[in-house]
């Protein structure tokens, strides 16, 4: 519907009369950033026998983005076209916590820990925190997903950049390199002692086999090494494609003559090598780590260093950065170190600064990121074809949860998507998400995302099962209908209980609108705007005028209504659409007339 967007306004044009409501939910989904503060209608103009509107809304201004680390110059650019940007480069976690709750996005490098008290400290504000490179051991991704922060990195700009780091170190190594250059600098001139290794036709194991693995082994082919690699993840036919061998894990610490570490730092890699490990090793083998300094055991290549099992080491990355002023293992003479330079260098700095910043923006503007972390990564194209989906699950969550009166809770919910496409074309973790949202948002002060919505419910205890319902036809239309069920409950709309003893709602999407098709076993058709009167009667002449005219003696608008029936003049379930909420007093007068069983109002 949107025909033009700027940073504060966005306008849209719409042939029916537009509802602000869904308008600024399908935005809020759209961008978790886009608080409408205003909205105005133009006068309607006649299209035909249509009335057109036009909407302008007016948004929040523009969104702030704090930047703790150095980060290249255009993506500084990129990002100061869209947003304010605060770079405050040094910050105390004290002075990162208060300031957080200004921001709406938090730009970092390796150097700050964004922690659960970042996430607690910004209120609800922090939306997204890109992290301008790949390693994000630096930040809490629990805490940003139970805060429902969006977590994107730069995971291929500075892959070159850090193997190259790590072949120098490995040749500056086994040649002595900063050693001999310290010595010459010293006024000394120590040919025998600087004395190195040969690389060609040795060992080189790589741990690790993904984006900077490969293109480690790669360049120590190129330098003659004979290279073998470990990554119990690794596809066989990447490591066959570069003609590296996939070991066991003690098969490359025992075979080998150079061991370079690219694993990620996680709880399964914390200090993997360690005295254990170390014990596996060839005699003399050296050390390379430009992965994360936590994956070694310091203490314990100090002792295999000083036992000779390892004869060197170069090291990019230490447990505690910067390492400890008297650190043992940095002042070890057979240790090569630097300060964590793996992914500094020009080129790498100004690609990761773009990657981050194009993912931060497109965050902000309300994009799925292509490198989120913590969510679910749904191409455009799938997400906008998907989009009036998203609003029916939404809505069909909220219905569903209004209509529970009591019971054991809602701990149970079923969704079953009906569909003519096979299962794996068709991605339903967006729709899934929102129909949480929708079943939580109205009882809970939680604010539920496409990036905690999976969290949020586990937390509550809420278990959503899903189920496709194959169909014949054309696949043209991603679903055909959506269904929620919630179990083990009663409802404050008895018809609302299906034959199978849930509450049950049904959905679809017509003409690009959301419109609910069944309550119960009750078939309806109304358009899901506005609010829903939902109504039991005995089928008889005369009901709907009856209702109309107690709604229309308050200026409630009907948008819809339509009526739904086991068979002629038994009972009918009525589902009537109104844009505005009727007052207590017309609800009493609905409940009063007499074939009227019962009735309830739910607000979409
Ligand atoms: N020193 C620096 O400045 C830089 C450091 N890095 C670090 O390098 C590491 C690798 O980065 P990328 O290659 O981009 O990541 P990646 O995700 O492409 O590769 C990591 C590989 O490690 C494997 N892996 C996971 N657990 C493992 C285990 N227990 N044993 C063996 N392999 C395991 C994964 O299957 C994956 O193939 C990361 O820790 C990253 O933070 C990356 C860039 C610069
Ligand atoms: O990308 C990574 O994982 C890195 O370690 C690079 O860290 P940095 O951005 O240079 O602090």
């Known amino acids: 519907m949107a025909t033009a967007a700027s940073s504060n306004f966005l306008s849209a044009s719409s042939l029916k009369k537009p509802s602000y409501s869904s308008l600024a939910s399908s935005l809020s989904w759209r961008n978790p950033l886009s608080n409408v503060f205003s909205v105005s209608v133009a006068t309607p103009r006649r299209l035909g026998q249509r009335r057109a509107y036009f909407v302008v809304l007016a948004m929040d201004a523009k969104p702030t983005v704090l930047v703790t680390e150095k980060l290249g ?19 105390s976690q004290e002075e990162l916590c208060t300031k957080i709750s200004l921001c709406d996005a938090l730009i970092v490098r390796s150097a700050t820990k964004v922690t659960r008290e970042v996430f607690e400290s910004s209120g609800g504000r922090l939306k997204v925190v890109g992290r301008a490179g790949v390693g994000i051991d630096n930040v809490d991704l629990s805490a940003a997903t139970e805060h429902g922060c969006l977590v994107v990195n730069a ?31 010293a006024g000394k001139w120590e040919r025998s002692k600087y004395v190195g290794v040969s690389l060609v036709g040795k060992t080189l194991a790589v741990m690790g086999f993904g984006k900077v693995g490969s293109e480690v082994a790669r360049r120590a082919k190129g330098l003659g090494m004979h290279v073998i690699a470990h990554d119990p993840y690794a596809p066989a036919d990447r490591a066959r494609a570069i003609g590296v061998e996939l070991v066991s894990f003690d098969e490359a610490l025992s075979t080998s003559d150079f061991i370079s570490l690219h694993m990620p730092l996680t709880p399964a890699t914390s200090k993997i090598l360690n005295d254990e490990a170390f014990a596996k090793m060839k005699k003399g083998v050296r050390i390379i780590n430009v992965a994360r300094g936590g994956v070694i055991d310091e203490e314990a290549i100090v002792r295999a260093l000083d036992a000779g099992i390892v004869a060197q080491a170069a090291l990019d990355v230490f447990t505690v950065e910067p390492p400890p002023k008297d650190s043992r293992l940095v002042h070890h003479e057979n240790v090569t170190v630097t300060p964590h330079l793996g992914a500094s260098t020009t080129e790498a700095q100004e690609g990761v600064a773009i ?24 191409p455009a194209e799938v997400l906008s074809e998907l989009a009036p989906f998203v609003v029916l699950a939404e809505k069909l969550g909220r219905l569903a949860v209004q209509l529970v009166a009591g019971g054991s809770g809602v701990k149970s919910v079923k969704v079953t998507y009906a569909s003519a496409r096979a299962p794996d074309d068709l991605d339903t973790r967006v729709i899934r998400a929102m129909i949480i949202k929708g079943l939580i948002e109205p009882i809970s002060s939680v604010f539920v995302n496409l990036v905690n919505a999976d969290f949020t419910a586990k937390q509550r205890g809420l278990r959503i099962t899903e189920e496709r319902i194959l169909l014949d036809g054309s696949p043209e239309n991603p679903l055909e209908f959506v269904q929620v069920q919630i179990a083990n409950v009663e409802s404050k709309f008895a018809s609302a209980i299906s034959e199978s003893g849930e509450i049950k709602v049904e959905g679809k999407v017509k003409d690009g609108i959301p419109h609910l098709t069944k309550v119960g076993s009750f078939e309806v058709d109304v358009s899901l705007e506005g609010s829903l009167i939902l109504c039991r009667q005995v089928d008889q002449p005369g009901m709907i005028g009856k209702v109309g005219s107690v709604l229309g003696e308050e200026n409630v608008n009907v948008s819809f209504m339509s009526v739904g029936r086991i068979a ?24 009063e007339i007499p074939a009227v069983e019962e009735f309830v109002l739910l607000k979409l």
């Open 73 to 91: 110059q255009a993506g500084l650019d990129l990002l100061k076209g869209f947003a304010n940007v605060d770079c405050s480069y040094n910050l």
């Open 155 to 185: 995971p291929t700009a500075n892959t070159v950049a850090a193997a190259e780091h790590g072949i120098s170190l490995l040749a500056a190594m086994a040649r002595n390199i900063a050693q001999a250059d310290a010595s010459v600098k």
């Open 355 to 378: 990657e981050v910043a194009e993912a931060v923006v497109g965050a902000l503007k309300g994009e799925l990121a292509a490198t989120a972390v913590n969510a679910p990564m749904v």
């Open 568 to 591: 002629p003049r038994k009972q009918a379930v009525m589902a009537i659409g109104v844009d505005e909420e009727p007052s207590k007093e017309s609800l009493k007068k609905i409940g």
